[in-house]
């Protein structure tokens, strides 16, 4: 009796053990089967609300757009030549001026005084040379008589000859004196808008002042900076080539606005290794005064125009690990994946080289939630938006809310 109770007891383990082993299996069968069968109902569950666009053809015009600086024609700091007390300001500080303007004075007097010792020397000198003159001419006619002695009329020539340079320093400390007496006078050498002044009136100017008096930036025309990177370089080379002058477009930091059309002026000679980009300069007329020096512009680069393209819009346009793609829908309202080569981007459009055909709908709106061979519902986006807007807007009905409205 002890001996079956005891094969008893070791039995009841492996029992329980199978038990479970089966319990288990079977959980897992079931599991697996509703997984299966939810994918199946995903798969054929509702198709997906697409918006989509037509491919179509179009004479696309070429751009390329970057970030510039705009930077003035020509920046001068305006330092006085000399040293004194200025005295007087002939300009208001932010205001446009001509080349040649006046715009401050300096205390003159000691330079006039000086100006009148040099010519005041110049005269005493030029009375000296003119005696030598008259006196060599004595001589010479002496020395035709045999009256006096060669000598005599070589030593005078020689006095001549040092008055004549004498005269001639004078002249020189004449027009230093004029100069320095001129430069008392500061006038704007191009013509610009003038900063903040750096000097008030009573202080007193040197040459060597950093600062000077003030600065002078040349606004028109005026030039704006961009890079471009080493990739666009050849498009950039091609257009320039065709037509020297390429327009430039400079819009405002938010790309909404334009503030002024311009065009190409040059490229830089080298290209930056560190930044894989090469400066280019535009200039601008700047009329209406939009472009300010140091400002932040959006610059676009017309490079031409190129006919016929097969265009899609860009955001159809998608990247994966083989390259770009699109989504076109066939006609029984499936989508598949189109291998596309792209080309340059003209506005909101992408130029598409190879992969697809005019006429062709591919999809701009929905693409994260599509797979290939999905089954789509093509939307109007426009449509719906603008029906959605009119279903939030109020409801009149003879100049009165509706009842609901009221309540």
Same mark, same amino acid.
């Given at each position: &009796?002890?001996?079956?109770?005891?094969? *008893?007891?070791?039995?009841?383990?492996?029992?329980?053990?199978?038990?479970?082993?089966?319990?288990?299996?079977?959980?897992?069968?079931?599991?697996?089967?509703?997984?299966?069968?939810?994918?199946?109902?995903?798969?054929?569950?509702?198709?997906?609300?697409?918006?989509?666009?037509?491919?179509?053809? &179009?004479?696309?015009?070429?751009?390329?757009?970057?970030?510039?600086?705009?930077?003035?024609? /020509?920046?001068?700091?305006?330092? *006085?030549?000399?040293?004194?007390?200025?005295?007087?300001?002939?300009?208001?500080?932010?205001?446009?001026?001509?080349?040649?303007?006046?715009?401050?004075?300096?205390? !003159?007097?000691? /330079?006039?005084?000086?100006?009148?010792?040099?010519?005041?020397?110049?005269?005493?000198?030029? !009375?000296?040379?003119?005696?030598?003159?008259? +006196?060599?001419?004595? /001589?010479?006619?002496?020395? %035709?008589?045999?009256?006096?002695?060669?000598?005599?009329?070589?030593?005078?020539?020689?006095?001549?000859?040092?008055?004549?340079?004498?005269?001639?320093?004078?002249?020189? #400390?004449?027009? !230093?004196?004029?100069?320095?007496?001129?430069?008392?006078?500061?006038?704007?050498?191009?013509?610009?808008?003038?900063?903040?002044?750096?000097?008030?009136?009573?202080?007193?100017?040197? *040459?060597?002042?950093?600062?000077?008096?003030?600065?002078?930036?040349?606004?028109?025309?005026?030039?704006?900076?961009?890079?471009?990177?080493?990739? %666009?370089?050849? %498009?950039?080379?091609?257009?320039?080539? #065709?037509?020297?002058?390429?327009?430039?477009?400079?819009?405002?930091?938010?790309?909404?606005?334009?503030?002024?059309?311009?065009?190409?002026?040059?490229?830089?000679?080298?290209?930056?290794?560190?930044?894989?980009?090469?400066?280019?300069?535009?200039?601008? !007329?700047?009329?209406?005064?939009?472009?300010?020096?140091?400002?932040?512009?959006?610059?676009?680069?017309?490079?031409?125009?190129?006919?016929?393209?097969?265009?899609?819009?860009?955001?159809?346009?998608?990247?994966?690990?083989?390259?770009?793609?699109? /989504?076109?829908?066939?006609?029984? *309202?499936?989508?598949?994946?189109?291998?596309?080569?792209?080309?340059?981007?003209?506005?909101?459009?992408?130029?598409?080289?190879?992969?697809?055909?005019?006429?062709?709908?591919?999809?701009?709106?929905?693409?994260?939630?599509?797979?290939?061979?999905?089954?789509?519902?093509?939307? +109007?986006?426009?449509?719906?938006?603008?029906?959605?807007?009119?279903?939030?807007?109020?409801?009149?009905?003879?100049?009165?809310?509706?009842?609901?409205?009221?309540?």
């Amino acid at each position: &009796m002890s001996t079956a109770a005891s094969a *008893s007891s070791k039995r009841l383990p492996l029992i329980l053990v199978l038990i479970a082993a089966l319990g288990g299996g079977w959980w897992w069968h079931q599991h697996s089967q509703n997984a299966k069968e939810a994918a199946a109902r995903n798969k054929g569950g509702a198709p997906a609300a697409v918006g989509v666009a037509e491919v179509r053809t &179009m004479d696309a015009p070429l751009q390329l757009g970057a970030l510039g600086t705009v930077a003035s024609t /020509y920046t001068v700091t305006v330092r *006085s030549r000399v040293d004194g007390q200025l005295e007087k300001i002939h300009f208001q500080e932010g205001q446009l001026v001509k080349q040649g303007q006046l715009l401050a004075e300096l205390d !003159a007097r000691a /330079y006039q005084a000086t100006l009148t010792q040099a010519e005041g020397q110049l005269l005493r000198d030029q !009375a000296l040379l003119e005696n030598a003159r008259l +006196d060599l001419a004595r /001589y010479q006619q002496l020395a %035709s008589q045999n009256s006096i002695s060669k000598q005599q009329v070589d030593t005078q020539k020689a006095l001549v000859k040092q008055y004549e340079g004498t005269v001639k320093v004078d002249q020189g #400390a004449v027009a !230093a004196a004029k100069v320095n007496v001129d430069y008392t006078r500061i006038t704007a050498p191009v013509a610009g808008r003038v900063g903040l002044r750096q000097v008030d009136p009573g202080n007193i100017v040197r *040459s060597s002042d950093a600062n000077g008096v003030v600065t002078i930036t040349q606004t028109q025309p005026i030039n704006v900076v961009f890079a471009v990177p080493e990739t %666009s370089l050849t %498009s950039v080379l091609q257009a320039a080539a #065709a037509d020297k002058s390429l327009r430039v477009e400079a819009w405002d930091r938010d790309n909404r606005g334009k503030l002024a059309d311009g065009a190409l002026l040059a490229l830089d000679n080298q290209l930056n290794t560190g930044t894989g980009t090469i400066n280019i300069k535009a200039r601008f !007329a700047n009329a209406k005064q939009q472009l300010f020096p140091n400002q932040f512009v959006n610059v676009k680069l017309q490079l031409g125009v190129r006919k016929d393209a097969v265009v899609v819009p860009t955001e159809a346009v998608q990247l994966g690990k083989t390259g770009s793609y699109v /989504y076109t829908v066939g006609a029984d *309202s499936t989508v598949s994946i189109a291998p596309i080569k792209p080309g340059p981007v003209s506005g909101h459009h992408t130029i598409v080289e190879d992969g697809l055909k005019p006429g062709q709908r591919v999809v701009v709106d929905g693409v994260d939630k599509l797979r290939n061979g999905a089954q789509v519902k093509v939307i +109007d986006r426009a449509a719906q938006a603008k029906t959605l807007g009119a279903d939030k807007g109020p409801r009149k009905r003879d100049g009165k809310p509706s009842a609901s409205q009221a309540g």
